[in-house]
């Protein structure tokens, strides 16, 4: 069984930048994914798809991080490079594997994890 991890959120002004990380743990030899992405939710809001990296490469971004936001993958290591983060980008940040998405282009447009393929989060708080 395949658990992830994730890592790197934090406490930052506006502007600055994080990099949230997260690992694929246990028995990931033949692992394989479709897609990898994350999402965010705040208190009180729903939750958002915030990026999603397919298999085979392509990336898709919420519009309110295009240009701002990086996801990429590394092996077994997703990452997303947040830079000039803002306030509202306050949320605790999960990644999934394999979660259905709604995507038009090159924007996220929803996504909904797979029971059991998310992380347990990982805080980002920008002041």
């Known amino acids: 069984h395949v658990q992830l991890v994730e890592s790197g959120g934090g406490l930052v002004q506006g502007g600055e930048s994080l990099t949230p990380s997260c690992a694929a743990t246990g028995n990931t030899i033949g692992w394989q994914f479709d897609c990898m992405a994350w999402f965010r939710q705040a208190p009180g809001k729903a939750r958002e798809g915030v990026a999603a990296i397919v298999s085979g490469g392509g990336q898709r971004y919420a519009d309110s991080v295009k240009g701002r936001f990086t996801i990429s993958l590394d092996n077994t290591k997703l990452n997303l490079q947040m830079n000039d983060l803002k306030p509202e980008d306050t949320a605790m940040y999960y990644c999934?594997?394999?979660?259905?998405?709604?995507?038009?282009?090159?924007?996220?447009?929803?996504?909904?994890?797979?029971?059991?393929?998310w992380g347990q989060g990982t805080q980002v708080t920008v002041s």
């Open positions: 999934a594997a394999n979660p259905d998405v709604v995507v038009a282009g090159t924007s996220l447009l929803g996504l909904t994890p797979r029971s059991g393929y």
